[in-house]
C-alpha cells in the first residue's frame, strides 16, 4: 500500500520512507559477482565458437582489446555509483539525468522484457555444457543428442524443460536473499577455479597428437562413429559447408574487430551487478566499486588468454573451431554431434569416463554460480520503478526475514517461462531473439549519455559526489570515460545492425520488429501509469527530480 502524509492524505512522493533493502555484500562479494557475469566457462566458451564464422580475424587480439575498452565501461559505472549508489542502477541514473519516460523505456526492454528472452538462451547453455555432455559421457548418446546442441534449439521438449530447470534454480537463489546467493557464488567460485586449473593441467601436459587420437576415440565409444579420423572428417565437413578458419598466428586488423561484437556475448557484463550496488557495503570509495568490476573483467580476459593458448597447443583451434560450426548449422552427420565442450574435449585426454564424468560435474559449477544473474539484477530495475510508483506497488514489496524483491521476482519469473515455451515449440521465434545483446548494450549506452552529461545536468548531485574531484585537464573523469565507452559501444551497434555477419540488426528485419513492439511496449506501459499517478495526484517528473533514500 502506498503511504500517506499525514497532514494531507496526500500521497507521498516515493513508495516507501525507505526501500528497506540492506547492505549485504562486501567488496569482494561484488566481484565474484562481476566475475560470474562475465563468466569465461559459461558465455566465454559459447563466445569462442561464434568466432568459426569470422575468417582470419586474431580471438586473442580481440579479446585483449575488448577488454581495454571494457574496461571504460567500468571506469563509467564505477563512478556513477559512486555519486548514486542506489538500487536500480541504469534506470536510477537515467531517470535521474534523461528523465522518467526515456528511463524506463530503455531500462525496463533492456532489463526486464528482453531478460525473458535470456532465459532460453541459458536453457540452451545448461544443455551445452552441462547435460548433454553428461548425458554422453556415461553412455546415453540419445539424451545427448536430442537436447538442444546451440543456442538454437532443435528439440521443443529438451530446451523447454532445461528452461524451467533454469527458473527453478534462479527463484531458488533470489529467494534466498543476498547472503545466501554470496555463499553460493564464493562455493562456485573456488571449485570452478580448480576446475578450470584441472583443465589447464591436462591440457598443457598433453599433446595435439594425444588429443586427436582421443577424439577419434570418443567419437567411436560415444557416439558410435564408424567413419575414418573423426577428428579430421570434423574439419573436413565444416570446410565443404562453407568454413573459413580464422587465424590464432597472423594479425589481420579488419577480420580481428569483426571478432569483437561476437566477444561482447561475454566481456560486456563486468557491471551486470550494478543494481545491486544500494546492496553493497562501502559504495561511497570508489576505489572499491572500481577494483570490483575492473578485476572481474580482467581475471576474466587473463583466464581467456591462458585458456586460448592451450586449446590452440592441445585441442587445435582449426578443429574446435569446425567442430562448433558443425554444430551450430546442425549438420548432419556430424563425428561429435553436440556442442564441442571444451572441458569435455579436456576430459577425454584421460581415457576414462568416470575422471570426464567428475570434471564436467565440478565444472558444472560455473553455470550454477552463474545462472543467479538471469533475474537478480533484473528484480532490483524493477524494484526501483516501483519505489518510484511507476510499476505497482507490490512490485516493490519485500520479505521481511531476506529482504527478497517476490514482487518483482514474479515479473520476472512468469513472462520467462511463457517466452521460453514460445522459443522452444514456436518455429521461427528463436530468430527473434538473437538481439538480447544488442538491446543491452542500447541500454547501456544510454546511461553512458547520461554519465557524460551528468556534471552539467545534474550539477549538485555530481558536486556533493567524491567522483567531482577526478578531472583530467578540467574535464570531468566521467564525461572522458563516457565518451570513450560510448564510442566502442557505438562502433558495436553499427556492427550488429549493418554486418549479416551477426544475424541481427537490418539482416533481421523481423526481429527488429519484434524489438520495436517491445521498446513500444514500455513506453506504453509508462505513459499508461504516468497518467493513473495524475490522476492519484502524484507527479513522475517531480518523483524523478529526487534521489531515493536508500
Not at 494531507?8 to 559477482?33: C, E, H, M, Q
Request: hydrophobic fraction near 55%.
Amino acid at each position: 500500500m502506498s503511504v500517506s502524509t499525514p497532514t494531507t492524505g496526500r500521497p507521498t512522493l516515493f513508495l516507501r520512507n525507505a526501500t528497506g533493502l540492506v547492505k549485504a555484500w562486501s567488496g569482494f562479494d561484488a566481484f565474484i559477482y562481476s566475475f560470474m557475469s562475465v563468466s569465461l566457462v559459461s558465455l566465454g566458451f559459447g563466445a569462442f565458437g561464434f568466432v568459426s564464422f569470422v575468417a582470419g580475424g586474431h580471438i586473442l587480439s580481440a579479446v585483449l582489446f575488448s577488454g581495454v575498452f571494457v574496461s571504460f565501461l567500468v571506469i563509467t559505472y564505477a563512478l556513477l555509483v559512486t555519486a548514486m549508489p542506489r538500487a536500480g542502477g541504469d534506470y536510477t541514473w537515467q531517470s535521474r539525468i534523461l528523465g522518467g519516460g526515456a528511463a524506463f523505456v530503455l531500462s525496463m526492454t533492456g532489463w526486464w522484457f528482453i531478460l525473458w528472452h535470456w532465459t532460453p538462451i541459458y536453457a540452451g547453455i545448461l544443455n551445452q555444457q552441462v547435460l548433454a555432455p553428461l548425458a554422453a559421457t556415461i553412455g546415453r548418446q540419445d539424451w545427448a543428442v536430442l537436447l538442444p546442441g546451440s543456442l538454437v534449439p532443435n528439440g521443443g521438449n529438451g530446451l523447454f524443460f532445461a528452461s524451467l530447470v533454469v527458473v527453478a534454480f534462479v527463484c531458488i537463489y533470489v529467494t534466498l536473499g543476498m547472503e545466501t546467493y554470496a555463499r553460493i557464488q564464493k562455493f562456485s567460485f573456488y571449485l570452478g577455479i580448480a576446475g578450470l586449473a584441472v583443465m589447464a593441467v591436462i591440457l598443457l601436459f598433453s599433446s595435439g597428437d594425444a588429443m586427436h587420437q582421443a577424439v577419434n576415440r570418443e567419437a567411436a565409444s560415444l557416439f558410435g562413429y564408424t567413419g575414418p579420423d573423426a577428428y579430421q572428417a570434423t574439419i573436413d565437413l565444416a570446410t565443404k559447408n562453407g568454413y573459413s578458419p580464422s587465424s590464432f598466428n597472423a594479425f589481420s586488423l579488419g577480420p580481428t574487430l569483426a571478432i569483437v561484437p561476437f566477444l561482447m556475448f561475454y566481456l560486456l557484463w563486468p557491471v551486470w551487478g550494478a543494481t545491486l550496488y544500494g546492496e553493497v557495503r562501502g559504495t561511497r570509495d570508489y576505489r572499491r566499486i572500481f577494483t570490483s568490476m575492473f578485476w572481474g573483467l580482467w581475471a576474466t580476459v587473463i583466464l581467456s588468454v591462458v585458456v586460448l593458448l592451450l586449446m590452440a597447443k592441445t585441442i587445435g583451434w582449426e578443429f574446435f573451431e569446425a567442430a562448433a560450426y558443425n554444430n551450430s548449422l546442425g549438420l548432419a552427420n556430424q563425428p561429435i554431434p553436440i556442442w564441442p565442450h571444451p572441458v569435455m574435449l579436456a576430459g577425454w585426454l584421460v581415457n576414462s569416463h568416470v575422471f570426464q564424468f567428475i570434471l564436467l560435474a565440478v565444472m558444472s559449477v560455473w553455470f550454477w554460480g552463474w545462472s543467479g544473474t538471469l533475474f537478480l539484477s533484473s528484480t532490483r530495475v524493477i524494484f526501483a520503478a516501483a519505489f518510484d510508483r511507476v510499476l505497482p506497488e507490490w512490485a516493490a514489496n519485500i520479505s521481511a526475514k531476506r529482504r527478497v524483491p517476490y514482487g518483482a521476482l514474479g515479473l520476472m519469473v512468469i513472462p520467462s517461462i511463457v517466452v521460453s515455451a514460445i522459443y522452444a515449440y514456436v518455429s521461427g521465434f528463436e530468430a527473434l531473439v538473437l538481439d538480447a545483446t544488442l538491446v543491452i548494450a542500447i541500454t547501456f549506452l544510454g546511461t553512458v549519455v547520461a554519465a557524460a552529461i551528468l556534471p552539467w545536468r545534474r550539477a549538485t548531485i555530481f558536486n556533493s559526489s567524491p567522483i567531482s574531484k577526478l578531472r583530467v585537464a578540467g574535464v570531468p573523469v566521467i564525461t572522458l570515460a563516457a565518451v570513450v565507452t560510448g564510442a566502442f559501444l557505438i562502433f558495436n551497434l553499427v556492427k550488429w545492425f549493418t554486418d549479416s555477419t551477426y544475424g541481427v540488426g537490418f539482416s533481421n528485419p523481423n526481429s527488429l520488429k519484434y524489438l520495436a513492439v517491445l521498446y513500444v511496449l514500455a513506453f506504453v506501459v509508462y505513459v499508461g501509469f504516468f497518467l493513473y499517478r495524475r490522476s492519484q495526484g502524484i507527479d513522475l517528473r517531480a518523483i524523478h527530480a529526487e534521489i531515493p533514500v536508500e
